[in-house]
């Protein structure tokens, strides 16, 4: 499959589902294709990186950033028996971003080996949960795959999508996905804002350099 075909297999709108009688958002049915794997090949030395990825690494790990957890619900009423045994969906992310004010977008990366995102792309919503200052062991908890993340970690429905917010969190934006892109080893994932909040008195967790930190005043 040529490039063109990745990308139109990688870039699907999500619609959202009608609202049921509580004004919540119903899950929409999935029309979020499985990524084909990439061709392998052999790499030419006139197409080597030109940089080193351990340099990468450390030269972009001087931006300092937030850290969230994106959180999805588990599968609804009426999915397939062995589904529904699941826990809710959750993984740590640093890379994440407001993208559009008209109409309201945020944005993060996944890799595309996630063994969450395909939760998260079934069920079609997700919660941004931006960390709080005192929550770097909560993060640590959701960046280990294939534990129960959610075991003794407090949170409630978001009120347009049913995803977990979890609590102590310094601010929540609750979506629908909107569009996924490729790129490269991730995935750009859109999502359309329905609903967000801050708690004012909460300071965001930073990460820098392979680091928790807080902003002082």
């Known amino acids: 499959m040529g490039h063109a075909g990745m990308a139109a297999a990688a870039v699907r709108y999500l619609r959202a589902g009608p609202a049921d009688g509580s004004g919540r958002a119903t899950h929409p049915e999935p029309v979020l294709e499985a990524l084909p794997r990439p061709e392998l090949r052999c790499v030419g030395e006139n197409e080597r990186a030109p940089v080193d990825q351990a ?3 450390r030269v972009l790990g001087a931006f300092a950033t937030g850290v969230t957890v994106i959180t999805a619900p588990p599968p609804p009423p009426g999915a397939d028996a062995s589904a529904l045994t699941e826990p809710p969906a959750g993984f740590a992310c640093q890379s994440f971003s407001s993208l559009s004010l008209d109409p309201p977008l945020v ?4 890799g595309r080996t996630s063994t969450t995102w395909p ?3 079934r069920a079609g919503v997700f919660c941004v949960n931006v960390l709080g200052a005192d929550q770097g062991e909560l993060c640590r908890r959701f960046a280990v795959s294939g534990a129960d993340k959610f075991a003794g970690v407090t ?15 310094a601010a929540w934006i609750d979506c629908t996905v909107h569009a996924v892109h490729t790129g490269g080893d991730h995935l750009i994932v859109v999502g359309r804002v329905r609903a ?4 004012d008195d909460t300071m965001p967790l930073l990460f820098h350099r392979g680091r928790f930190g807080r902003l002082t005043t």
């Open 155 to 169: 949170h409630t429905p978001a009120p347009a999508t049913g995803s977990p917010r979890i609590t102590g969190a």
């Open 55 to 57: 340099e990468f690494r």
């Open 107 to 110: 944005a993060f990366m996944v």
């Open 196 to 199: 967000l909040d801050t708690a």
């Open 119 to 121: 939760r998260i792309a």
